[in-house]
């Protein structure tokens, strides 16, 4: 695609948790300070929230990159399950054989006897659970009744929720008080501001091997910022478009018109279109596909970039 053009050996702007692009933001290091600190004292349950694309998947898997031997994690990237389900999941997360047909007395007494084992080898065990506002209420109390798993000094089972504000929307109900009263500490992520937006662009491109140079022009990271509002996946979507744009057009800098003509093509940051027009693909991405020779080349170049 477009790699050569600019002097990259990768894409820089894929939407995937690349752990290799993670970028330290003021507002994920606070929050992974949280989460590794109050792990390190035991504490029972955790919370991160944010808005869609700021990130908490990839700060999860960051987390579970810097967790030491202490501890032993269990993570459950889509926890849409029953709580039949949700025990099962978590019994093989931690290495316990079990039949498919097993009562779930018999399945909750085996994570107990698997807990206290590793609590006596001085180990902590940390469950993790992306994209948490999806669990079911049945699944949320069951959560809940894991945590009571303890000792005399110490948890055996430490939980973090990684979810949507939508999870803070649920847990205010009244009948979800005793879990909320479980959680110890909670962060919410923030968006990038202008500057970290700014330096966020650079240090992906630098990792996907630029040279340094400024890639786009204050125009386009002006435009860029303003239009993805600092969320982290919205500026890998238009950043990724904006390559697209200036390459189709045989330009060696990213200028706001490119930029904008990413925005036009980019629902969730276009505003003041029609229906028809905003779904209408823009002529520059036509001579993009001319560029790259086929569009079967873009859809294989996109499955692989997306992860779609």
């Not at 054989?97 to 080898?121: C, P, S, V, Y």
Request: with cysteine; glycine share 8%.
């Amino acid at each position: 695609m477009y790699l050569e053009h600019f002097g990259l050996q990768t894409f820089p702007f894929g939407i995937t948790p690349d752990t290799g692009f993670y970028f330290d933001s003021p507002s994920h290091q606070e929050a992974l300070n949280v989460l590794l600190v109050a792990l390190r004292n035991g504490e029972g349950f955790l919370k991160i929230t944010g808005e869609v694309g700021t990130g908490k998947t990839l700060l999860c898997r960051r987390l579970l990159h810097l967790l030491d031997d202490e501890f032993v994690t269990a993570y459950i990237p889509n926890p849409f399950l029953t709580a039949t389900a949700l025990r099962m999941a978590l019994a093989e997360e931690l290495g316990i054989d079990f039949a498919r047909n097993i009562g779930q007395h018999r399945l909750l007494k085996l994570i107990t006897e698997r807990l206290i084992e590793l609590n006596a080898a001085g180990k902590r065990v940390v469950l993790l659970l992306d994209e948490a506002q999806a669990l079911p209420d049945e699944s949320l109390e069951a959560l809940r009744l894991l945590t009571n798993l303890e000792t005399e000094k110490d948890k055996l089972l430490l939980v973090v929720l990684f979810g949507q504000p939508e999870l803070d929307t649920r847990l205010a109900q009244k009948n979800f008080r005793q879990l909320r009263q479980r959680i110890i500490f909670a962060y919410s992520l923030r968006p990038l501001d202008a500057q970290e937006a700014t330096a966020y662009l650079r240090h992906r491109l630098a990792i996907a091997g630029g040279s340094g140079g400024e890639l786009f022009d204050a125009g386009a990271l002006r435009a860029l910022i303003r239009a993805s509002h600092g969320i982290p996946r919205l500026l890998n979507i238009l950043g990724h478009k904006s390559l697209m744009a200036a390459f189709g057009h045989g330009a060696a800098h990213i200028r706001a018109c490119h930029v904008h003509q990413a925005i036009a093509d980019t629902p969730d940051t276009y505003s003041g279109a029609t229906p028809l027009s905003r779904w209408r693909r823009p002529a520059w991405l036509f001579g993009t596909l001319g560029a790259l020779g086929t569009a079967a080349t873009l859809a294989g170049v996109s499955l692989m970039l997306w992860g779609m």
